[in-house]
């Protein structure tokens, strides 16, 4: 099981206006990340090492 986010959730100011968006708030060791029309839904949870993974693989694609 993942950590519990630790601070407040955030969404990219990219985001459209009809509340289709990932949100993503910091954890002891990395980053959580849920859907924001489902927010008492089950996250995703990444290690530090693995969300600058992610965000490198997604800035080049």
């Known amino acids: 099981m993942g950590e519990h986010p630790t601070g ?3 969404k990219s100011s ?3 206006g009809n509340g289709d968006c990932l ?4 954890t002891r060791t990395g980053r ?3 859907d924001s029309k489902m ?3 089950p996250v995703l949870t990444f290690p530090a ?3 600058r993974v992610l965000l490198a693989h997604l800035s080049t694609d």
């Open 49 to 51: 090492s693995q969300w």
């Open 39 to 41: 927010p008492a839904a």
């Open 14 to 16: 990219y985001s459209g």
């Open 23 to 26: 949100e993503v708030a910091a």
């Open 8 to 10: 407040p959730w955030r």
């Open 32 to 34: 959580a990340v849920r």
